[in-house]
């Protein structure tokens, strides 16, 4: 299974500002994709990051609030803009490559917004 | 369109218990079907999985049946430890396509010694 990797760990931001994560697999991956855990919820997928191309959004994630970027098979980012208390929650990448439909995740970014 | 339910939590259990989180899902076609552990403080980790019916997921002494007839996958383990107390997600994906994953809202497991 790859290795993955987020940067931060967690965070606490104020309201208003945007936060820029980063999810880093140690080997090629075809397919990335952002996920959020709400406090006490399950997970819920924001988007496929695509590389070289726009994210792909789930319904009522847009693109103006959650910025994903793609630039290699290895790296990703998504940003959180313009946040506010509702925001707060776990975000995690994950990874699948083709042919297989297993996922594996990475350790989390925990963010506060106060 | 494709959903996971599960049991609703926490199970508590004393050391040595049985273990069963019930898991059953709606979905088109044939699903793969996967169970996923969050251990405090932790990201998600694939725990077992099956990709067609009646195949059987085993992993750490935890197993689960692919039961296509009752459209299930029971999470199971004969003697939990207290290291198990871990929120466990069940989920399923499609198996062409894009691998898009449905999760379950999860089980809390709090094992006491």
């Known amino acids: 299974s790859a290795v993955i990797s987020q940067k931060p760990s967690r965070d606490i931001c104020q309201r208003g500002t945007s936060l820029t994560i980063q999810c880093q697999v140690d080997s090629q991956v075809t397919m990335m994709f952002w996920y959020r855990q709400q406090p006490g919820q399950s997970l819920t997928l924001i988007a496929t990051a695509n590389q070289g191309s726009e994210a792909t959004y789930e319904s009522g994630f847009v693109i103006d609030k959650f910025p994903i970027s793609r630039p290699n098979l290895t790296f990703s980012t998504l940003t959180v803009s313009n946040m506010s208390p509702e925001d707060s929650s776990i975000y995690l990448c994950?990874?699948?490559?083709?042919?297989?439909?297993?996922?594996?995740f990475g350790p989390g970014t925990r963010l506060t917004v106060l | 369109g494709n959903s996971v339910t599960q049991m609703e939590g926490p199970v508590t259990l004393s050391e040595e218990a049985f273990l069963t989180i019930n898991c059953t899902y709606t979905?088109?076609?044939?699903?793969?079907l996967f169970w996923y552990v969050q251990y405090p403080g932790e990201g998600l980790q694939l725990l077992l999985k099956?990709?067609?019916?009646?195949d059987k997921g085993s992993n750490k002494g935890f197993e689960a049946t692919y039961r296509k007839e009752t459209t299930s996958f029971h999470l199971e383990k004969g003697s939990v430890q207290v290291s198990d107390s871990a929120v466990y997600f069940c989920a399923l994906t499609r198996n062409t396509g894009f691998q898009k994953l449905v999760f379950g809202t999860g089980t809390r497991l709090l094992v006491s010694p």
């Open positions: 994950s990874v699948a490559s083709a042919g297989f439909n297993e996922q594996f």
């Open positions: 099956a990709t067609k019916a009646d």
């Open positions: 979905a088109t076609g044939y699903p793969s």
